[in-house]
């Protein structure tokens, strides 16, 4: 065809995770990703991230293999989201670190079906969380 750019090749490790061969064609198997929000058992503030793996990032964070995270373990997954693109996770997930708690995103956890949360910083922004004085 006119225009159009020949195919990518993609490394056979690529494809086993991303994809699975169809008679020459390249299938990809449904990738998600997800925007996740982690409270910390040991001082009970909360973690945001996103990821590709919901299982893996907790195992990750709760082994202590994420810095940022690592003196605060154990972990609680207590919300997750999931979206069809990485930069539809990474907008929800900045977007969710700039709300330094307040109201917004009370409404964004009780949306996601989170209890509100009393009296607790958000650690990544700085931010208090639901029903937290200042």
């Not at 390249?26 to 997800?34: A, C, E, N, Q």
């Not at 964070?61 to 990485?86: C, D, K, W």
């Amino acid at each position: 065809m006119l225009g159009s750019s020949p195919p990518r090749r993609i490394r056979q490790s690529a494809l086993a995770d991303h994809a699975k061969v169809r008679s020459g064609i390249i299938v990809k198997k449904d990738l998600m990703y997800y925007v996740y929000i982690l409270k910390s058992e040991k001082d009970s503030r909360l973690y945001i991230g996103q990821t590709q793996d919901l299982q893996k990032r907790l195992f990750r964070h709760n082994q202590g293999m994420v810095e940022i995270t690592r003196n605060r373990r154990p972990f609680t997954l207590i919300a997750s989201q999931s979206y069809e693109t990485r930069a539809e996770a990474m907008k929800m997930e900045k977007y969710l670190k700039r709300l330094k708690g307040g109201n917004e995103f009370k409404k964004i956890l009780t949306r996601w079906g989170v209890v509100p949360l009393s009296g607790k910083r958000h650690p990544t922004s700085g931010g208090a969380c639901e029903g937290s004085q200042q």
